[in-house]
């Protein structure tokens, strides 16, 4: 492999191993996404990134019809938000129940989508970024989460 792929494969495992974190409390709480889904989320993120720029410096060198060919990065992000918008929909559902309608399953979504802008920061070797927002997420899902419990215990 060149370099520039053992780049990215850096960047992949170090993606997956941040989103294996954020899965980590979907998979204690029982939810659909667990730790393998968040990695696997977070390491294409990061591994559509990479390949992108690795598009950008290839078709830069080409010609097609003596033009050069454009590419524009920022496609690249906005179709990994689109994908994982579409996986995150399968984790949301509806249930009509004796104690009326809930909906579950948004948080486990949106901590997807956040999986897949981490694996976005580690492309753009924004490694401390990434780091960060994976402490800030872990956080809000275990703290934030306890609160809420909280919270409803009490209104109960």
Do not use: N, Y
Not at 48 to 74: H, Q
Request: aromatic share 4%.
């Amino acid at each position: 492999m060149s370099t520039a792929e053992w780049q990215i494969f850096r960047e992949v495992a170090l993606a997956m191993l941040l989103g294996a974190v954020i899965g980590l409390d979907r998979e204690a709480a029982s939810k659909p996404a667990g730790i393998r889904t968040h990695m696997l989320v977070a390491g294409s993120a990061a591994l559509l990134v990479g390949m992108g720029f690795l598009l950008v410096i290839e078709s830069s060198t080409l010609r097609a019809s003596s033009e050069i060919i454009a590419a524009d990065p920022i496609r690249i992000v906005q179709a990994i938000v689109i994908g994982v918008s579409f996986l995150g929909t399968g984790t949301i559902f509806r249930d009509r129940g004796a104690h009326g309608e809930t909906v579950q399953g948004l948080t486990t979504a949106a901590s997807l989508l956040m999986s897949s802008g981490i694996g976005i920061a580690v492309a753009l070797k924004q490694i401390g970024l990434a780091v960060a927002i994976t402490a800030l997420v872990a956080g809000v899902l275990r703290v934030i989460g306890a609160i809420e419990a909280w919270v409803r215990r009490r209104v109960r």
